[in-house]
């Protein structure tokens, strides 16, 4: 079953914007990695959080992780069109070095 | 990050043959490795994990007979796709794994199309 799920919106936003996307699981993890997936083409490695972080940089990405609330936020500042791509959340749960899913949030940067 | 390959990127295929997709990591040794699938607009699902050496453990849902996967050797498998229909018709990526998710890469997927 999958782990991690983003609320099932899709972003369509002006260059220069901020995007924000948000995910949420059902058990306690290790940690929580985020990915981008451009049209037809395999993942990118973004951003990965440990259970015991809150927030974490990376360039214009930014990702906070509340465990209390079972949650995790990704912000893409100053968005580009480049940054138009599919982008998921995956979990691990404790005890398990398997991967789960979450359904992706479309986002489109309009130059 | 590990490089990741897979062969072929896209393949089409007449319904009841069987396909062969190779996934190979280039600079690492894959104990572990991940198959997924992704239908259009959905996201990766975890078809079966299998460890070098090892038979494949495979997911609720997924038919072991079907989906044959191989894992001889510490930088290759392979999963076929037996007697192919075009519901099969997907995205599967393959994910070698060193044993921690934070070692985990991912190929750049294969597009199989059943007619």
């Known amino acids: 079953s999958q782990q991690g799920e983003e609320d099932p919106q899709a972003l369509s936003i002006q260059e220069g914007e901020n995007a924000t996307m948000n995910c949420s699981y059902k058990?306690?993890?290790?940690?929580l990695q985020w990915y981008r997936q451009n049209s037809g083409r395999g993942l990118v490695h973004l951003i990965l959080?440990?259970?015991?972080?809150r927030e974490k940089h990376s360039g214009r990405l930014r990702v906070t992780l509340d465990t209390s609330k079972k949650s995790s936020s990704l912000l893409i500042t100053a968005s580009r069109a480049a940054d138009t791509a599919s982008y998921f959340c995956?979990?691990?749960?404790?005890?398990?070095?398997?991967?789960?899913f979450g359904k992706g949030n479309q986002v489109v940067v309009i130059p | 990050g590990a490089v990741v390959s897979q062969h072929p990127s896209w393949v089409i295929c007449k319904s009841g043959t069987s396909v062969k997709i190779e996934c190979r990591s280039l600079?690492?040794?894959?104990?572990?490795m991940f198959w997924y699938r992704q239908f259009p607009k959905q996201s990766l699902m975890l078809m079966a994990t299998?460890?070098?050496?090892?038979?494949?453990?495979?997911e609720q849902g997924v038919e072991k007979d079907k989906f044959l996967i191989n894992h001889a050797s510490l930088t290759l498998s392979t999963l076929t796709v037996t007697s192919a229909h075009p519901e099969d018709s997907s995205f599967y990526i393959c994910?070698?794994?060193?044993?921690?998710?934070?070692?985990?890469?991912f190929g750049p997927g294969t597009r199989l199309t059943v007619l």
């Open positions: 994910s070698p794994s060193g044993g921690a998710v934070d070692t985990q890469y």
């Open positions: 299998s460890n070098e050496g090892s038979k494949a453990t495979y």
């Open positions: 600079d690492f040794q894959a104990t572990t």
């Open positions: 058990t306690s993890i290790n940690n």
């Open positions: 995956a979990t691990d749960a404790a005890g398990n070095n398997r991967l789960a």
């Open positions: 959080i440990r259970s015991n972080e």
